[in-house]
Each structure stands twice: as structure tokens, then as C-alpha cells.
């Protein structure tokens, strides 16, 4: 299984008045590494846009438990795998670790979305293509 | 039971290249409105850090369902309530109506945190006041 | 002259380990303003980029001084208006004000940008469309 | 001359509708970019708030240009330095460039300030210590 990774230096302006990540910040490096983690895979979006008529992968649902707060100056690391695939829809988690330590913990339900070959304005969920599910074995 | 409601018109920057909000945005709303609701109550959150020696009620848990997206321009309302009170612990719901229409529901578990009458830098959830409790029914 | 005039809570996420606003948050607003201000002179930003075959209004230059720092809870006002018109760019003053104090002071230079009518993909300024200038006296 | 360089790669959630970079997010980066110009002088932010009595170092006054838009995937690179001190304030100057091309500009004025030793509450302007510019040569 075809696990992502990318560090985070946490940043002043990612904190809020009581010195920690303020947390939506956490979802926007989740989302970012699941966007890194399909690149690793070959597939950077801007190219799933055009080679896949897709219009994207949005989060239907998320769950995620905050364990240990971080702050200002920290060096995290978030681990990022697909630990599921249904016909047209997908989980990502992704463990934030500082150090040795999981620190938040979040899983994405995404669904993979394609526009109308007919009426471009409409989007509707997809069977995942093989060759897609392939790359992250 | 106390339940707050803001309107929020959803901005050019808070939605991403795909023309839809950028769904950690929506997190960042929920945390004002639960904000909110604690001003709405009669305790503003700069009040309650000097009244209270409370550090913050930070995210512990977090569930959000994502039903229907928003675009630029969009109005839309949240409503926001305290749906489960536990000993230190509590749950807000947030619900993102389109009109009618529920578009987006999350549920926020937080902590009543409390800074260490010692050692003021270490902090440790402690049970919600009763005074504070009361405010919301 | 039209003068659009907002006002903005302050959010605790809109504020930094120091307490006051993160400074690039005045800029999102600063941005959610002019949008608004075309709004408000019935130029939704939808319907321009449909009517005049625009791609947006990139800012090119910005200036900003800031006079006094806002805290989580502040309510400030933002007044806009166009302050000068060019062949294709404009300036867009942003004022924000803390009861009748001057806090923040900003000026954007904007282009209007249109999409070649061949290569839709290449940008290019373009000559600001009367009817569109009109609607701001 | 200290000259601070870091590498950002822009991500999806940095991005509008148009498709290119919310121009607040470069300032966002900028900060992020001082910040980590004083860490590599060998200041952290956190150990000048303890050291100085230091409360921070606010943005004045910003001047920006933008020269050439970005896009998600896109990886630049921004050079940071301080062009010049002056008795309490210095100006930090950040080129974000693509390859060779300077892609944005854009220069801070800062103020170096201290909490005032009786009334903690109170911040003011104060001169930037010698060792701490004696760093940046």
C-alpha cells in the first residue's frame, strides 16, 4: 500500500490566540497531502482533471480526534494512505505524528466525481477507474 | 435549549479552483459559530479565560458530513447548538442550511480546559462549571 | 461616488499567538470587499465573468499601513470605494475603521482581464467597459 | 547580507476559483518567510518573546507587486533579507520566484516591540537590540 509523507513546519500564522494549530488548519494539510499522495501515485490532479473528465474528489464526510495540540515552531510529519476503496468512493487517513507520537488523527470519505459528458455543470460520483485503484497497491 | 444561528455569505477566497468551498473554510465557521454561541450565552470567550482560569475548549473529536457544496455568493445560515453536556466534556452540533436544505453537519466534541493554578503553563480539562451550564438551557 | 461599507467580527481564528489579527487576514477582507463593492453596484462577480467574458480583476499592486492592531471579538467597519479609474486597471481604497479611528488603511490596483477569444487558457488586460465604470459614480 | 530561502509549493487550497493564487496566501508565506529568517539568524520567535520582553514584530506597513500568477503544482522559491535597519523598525524585502522570473515582490516594514515592564498589557516600540541586528550581517 502506497503510504505518502510529507513534514509540516508548523508556522506562526497556523496558530491561533492560545498558541496552538488552530484547528481547521489541520484539515488543510490533510487535504494538501491527500492531493500530494495521488501525485506520488502519478497522478497530480491537474492531469485527473483532463485525462479522467473529472472535476475532483470531495470530502463527503470526516472524522478526526486531535490527541496532542502543537505549536508554533514544531516539525510534524503526516502520513497519508488510502486504507479503503468502494465502487466510487474512498478513504484517505492520515496520522500527524510529532515525533514517535500520534498527535491527530483524521480520516476523509472522498468520492471520486465526474462531470456530465452532456450538461459540463453537473457532477455526479463515478466508478473509481481500475487503472486509478491500481497505482496505490 | 440555546441555539445560535449566523449567516455567512460564502466569498470568492473561501472556495477553491474547483469553484466550491475549500472544506476545511467550513471548519473554521463552525469554530466561530460555537464562539458565537458561548457570547450569545453571556460568556464571551475573552471573559471566560479570566473568569474561569480556562485556557480554551479545544477540539478533541470532530465528525462532519458534507451533503451538498456551496459556491461564491452563496448565503447561507448555520445554526448551532450544545447537544450533550458531559463532565468536562461536550458536544456542539453545527448545521449549514441552504435555504431549507441541510448542505452540511458537523459535530464538534470540546474540552472545558484549565490552566494549572502551579505551573500556569500545564493544562488539563476539568468540569464545566454549573454556572456556565445553566446559561445554555 | 459608491462607497461600500462592511462590517466584520473579529474571530478568535482570525488571530495569532500575539493575540491580534494575523496581518494576510485583513487582505481577505480587504478582497471580500471589493467584491462586494461591485456587488452592490450590480456587477455580481458570477455575472461579469459570464457578460464580459472576464477572467477576474488580478490586483497588481497593494499597499497597505496598519495603524492600530484589532483582538478576537473587535467589531470594525470597512469602507471601499473605486478612488480612480484607468484604461484597464482601477484602485480600490479599503478603509477599516474601529469606531471613528483610522486601524487599517489599504489600496489595491486591480486589472480587468479578459480571456482571448481563440486561446481561452491566455489572460490579458483589457480596455474597462463603460457601462461597467457607470455604475460606480 | 543573511539571506533566507525556502522552497513552497503551491497547493490546491491556496487557490480561487480562477485558479491561481488567493493573493492573501503570499502574504501569509511572507510572514512565514520573516519568521523563518530570524530562526535561521538564530532567533526563534518564541526564545526573542522570552529573551527581548519582545511581544513581537508587527507588519506597519506592506507594499506588494504582483508580477506573475501561480497555480496549484506550481513549486517557487522566496528569498528573504532585511534591506534595511533603522532605530526601532526594519524592512524585510521577499521575492517569490519561478525559476528565474521574479513572480511577486513585496516588502515589510516592521516594528521591533516590547511589553512595557509595569502595565505587561502595554506594547510599545522599541530600539532593536545590537546583537540581534548584529546577527543578520
Same mark, same amino acid.
Given at each position: +500500500?502506497?503510504?505518502?509523507?510529507?513534514?509540516?513546519?508548523?508556522?506562526?500564522?497556523?496558530?491561533?490566540?492560545?498558541?496552538?494549530?488552530?484547528?481547521?488548519?489541520?484539515?488543510?494539510?490533510?487535504?494538501?497531502?491527500?492531493?500530494?499522495?495521488?501525485?506520488?501515485?502519478?497522478?497530480?490532479? /491537474?492531469? +485527473? !482533471?483532463?485525462?479522467?473528465?473529472?472535476?475532483?474528489?470531495? %470530502?463527503?464526510?470526516?472524522?478526526?480526534?486531535?490527541?496532542?495540540?502543537?505549536?508554533?515552531?514544531?516539525? %510534524?510529519?503526516?502520513?497519508?494512505?488510502?486504507?479503503?476503496? /468502494?465502487?466510487?468512493?474512498?478513504?484517505?487517513?492520515?496520522?500527524? !505524528?510529532?515525533?514517535?507520537?500520534?498527535?491527530?488523527?483524521?480520516?476523509?470519505?472522498?468520492?471520486?466525481?465526474?462531470?456530465?459528458?452532456?450538461?459540463?455543470?453537473?457532477?455526479?460520483?463515478?466508478?473509481?477507474?481500475?487503472?486509478?485503484?491500481? /497505482?496505490?497497491?
Amino acid at each position: +500500500m502506497l503510504v505518502g509523507r510529507r513534514s509540516w513546519k508548523i508556522e506562526w500564522g497556523d496558530c491561533d490566540p492560545a498558541g496552538i494549530v488552530h484547528f481547521p488548519r489541520y484539515l488543510f494539510f490533510f487535504d494538501s497531502c491527500t492531493v500530494s499522495l495521488f501525485e506520488q501515485a502519478g497522478l497530480p490532479k /491537474r492531469q +485527473m !482533471l483532463r485525462d479522467y473528465n473529472m472535476a475532483g474528489c470531495p %470530502v463527503v464526510d470526516l472524522r478526526v480526534r486531535f490527541l496532542i495540540p502543537s505549536q508554533y515552531g514544531d516539525e %510534524v510529519v503526516i502520513e497519508s494512505a488510502i486504507r479503503e476503496w /468502494r465502487r466510487s468512493s474512498f478513504e484517505v487517513q492520515h496520522r500527524l !505524528l510529532r515525533g514517535e507520537a500520534l498527535a491527530v488523527e483524521g480520516v476523509e470519505t472522498r468520492v471520486w466525481t465526474v462531470r456530465d459528458p452532456v450538461d459540463t455543470e453537473r457532477l455526479k460520483g463515478a466508478p473509481i477507474p481500475e487503472d486509478v485503484r491500481a /497505482r496505490f497497491v
